[in-house]
């Protein structure tokens, strides 16, 4: 059954043959993979590649300079012994937090449900906490926290009441559940507005690092609100410019700020474990659905993150629940998934990210996408710019063709980010000079990064020259990784002359 037989997405979904396999080998959504001891090598990372990675991420939470200098080199290594899709390099903060002090010879004391016991900020004991005392590092937490709320200590394996503000130092509080109490753990307050800086000193140093790497997208952790993401801009400067900035969203400020950091951002990550403790677990999913929706209608990328197949960090199988959970994402609309401890720690990382590139292919036949994209332009607050018209426009003659591919002619990416927010069932072909666009592009969903490295012709005349040498070029490429055949029908973006901003030309081609 295609597309134009069905009335409807549900009729659609009730044609759907679980034997069936996709005619092309393309898979539309980005995979990230997080770097750790097991797959820090140029060998490891190729094997990656082969299986599907997109993007490479760096948890600048654990690891030395050293060690993320040396991710960094071998990504870029792999990529120049390996032919293939350009290899994009991500930078994920470590964010402001809130932790506990130390225990006395660092010793786990248990504690028990119903104890009640003093949070403090005074520094006298930041390394002496005890059953009687523990130390917070927030200094503002008496003023944010109100009587009634609960604090949570690692990752919510404690939970504490807040019975009374004692004074500006101090809160009394009853212990919920059985446990330990440890050093150094971090702390969440849901339902509490905390008023920490945006980037601590760790962070500067590391988004700095990171521009001197020329890394080509920031998952800055913990945003808050829009103007934590000028804070970032501010601090990549001129020289960083290019660098994408994708907005975790965590906590419950977040969420209740989202419209406002949609509009600063260059994307975002729904950031599920953190998420999942800020605000009830239950209530995840919904975020998760609001926020990828947002993010579709906005056009801005969207990655969906944490725990997505994570019995695979010691199975070599991951649960049924696991592959619904990565198929459900992807029929959300998310633009990647990513993996964290699964391909950093984990004992399987070449098959889990076989897994995730298997499931994602399956997941987008379930898509019946002409629906999608009349309800995406339906949508769209009118009027819209002259290279959103032209995007939008070639989505549609995909669909009225059934074009192959849609072939674009872009510097920065925003043409193929907006062919890609219709939603073509056919892939968007981005032939880029620019190296930088042409990694931070795996981002949008459904793109081919292809990039070119013929120099640009000087001669204004010889403008309509070159764009047909890189289209030609770029159907070449396509017709070599088995996504075009000779006689395609292709659709084909391009600007009437050099530069960013200037596409408005569309024209309906056949593959030579």
């Not at 960094?72 to 293939?84: F, H, K, M, S």
């Amino acid at each position: 059954m295609i597309f134009e037989q069905a009335s409807s997405t549900l009729e659609w979904l009730t044609q759907l043959d679980a034997n069936k396999k996709p005619a092309r080998n393309f898979r539309r959504t980005g995979i990230i993979g997080t770097i750790g001891p097991k797959t820090n090598s140029v060998e490891m990372m190729n094997k990656l590649r082969t299986a599907g990675l997109n993007i490479v991420r760096m948890n600048f939470s654990h690891g030395s300079y050293e060690y993320h200098q040396s991710v960094v080199d071998n990504a870029r290594e792999a990529e120049r012994i390996q032919p293939g899709r350009p290899l994009a390099i991500a930078l994920d903060t470590k964010g402001p937090e809130i932790r506990t002090g130390s225990t006395v010879n660092d010793a786990d004391i248990p504690i028990s449900a119903g104890e009640e016991l003093v949070i403090t900020t005074d520094d006298e004991y930041i390394k002496k906490c005890s059953k009687e005392v523990m130390y917070i590092d927030y200094k503002n937490i008496t003023k944010v926290i109100a009587p009634g709320r609960i604090i949570y200590v690692d990752d919510g394996v404690l939970s504490f009441k807040v019975l009374e503000i004692i004074d500006e130092k101090n809160l009394k509080v009853q212990c919920l559940n059985n446990g330990k109490i440890s050093s150094h753990k971090g702390v969440n307050l849901p339902q509490t507005d905390v008023d920490l800086p945006p980037l601590s000193e760790k962070d500067i140093a590391d988004l700095k690092f990171g521009v001197k790497n020329k890394v080509h997208m920031v998952f800055a952790s913990f945003i808050r609100q829009g103007s934590d993401i000028r804070a970032i801009r501010e601090v990549l400067g001129e020289e960083g410019k290019q660098i994408q900035i994708i907005a975790k969203i965590e906590n419950q400020q977040g969420l209740n700020n989202f419209d406002d950091i949609l509009k600063e951002t260059d994307g975002v990550m729904v950031a599920r474990g953190d998420l999942g403790i800020e605000i009830p677990a239950s209530e995840v999913f919904i975020a998760q659905k609001m926020m990828i929706a947002k993010c579709n209608l906005a056009g801005k990328p969207v990655i969906c993150a944490t725990q997505m197949l994570e019995s695979m960090t010691v199975n070599p199988r991951p649960t049924r629940a696991e592959v619904s959970d990565v198929g459900n994402a992807v029929l959300d609309g998310a633009d990647c998934v990513m993996l964290s401890g699964e391909t950093a720690k984990g004992q399987y990382p070449v098959a889990a990210v076989s897994m995730m590139h298997e499931t994602c292919i399956v997941a987008e036949m379930a898509i019946c996408y002409p629906p999608l994209f009349n309800e995406l332009r339906t949508l769209t607050s009118r009027p819209t710019n002259t290279v959103e018209t032209i995007a939008a426009s070639a989505v549609s003659a995909s669909f009225e063709q059934q074009a192959k591919a849609i072939i674009v002619l872009s510097t920065s990416g925003t043409t193929a980010r907006l062919c890609s927010k219709y939603r073509p069932t056919c892939p968007i072909l981005m032939v880029t000079r620019n190296p930088v666009s042409a990694r931070y592009s795996h981002l949008y969903r459904g793109v081919y990064p292809f990039l070119y490295s013929d120099p640009k012709k000087v001669d204004a005349a010889k403008w309509s020259e070159d764009v047909e040498e890189r289209l030609k070029w770029g159907m070449d490429q396509a017709i070599d990784l088995g996504i075009l055949s000779r006689g395609d029908v292709v659709i084909a973006i391009q600007g009437w002359t050099g530069g960013l901003g200037h596409t408005n030309t569309l024209r309906v081609l056949e593959s030579q």
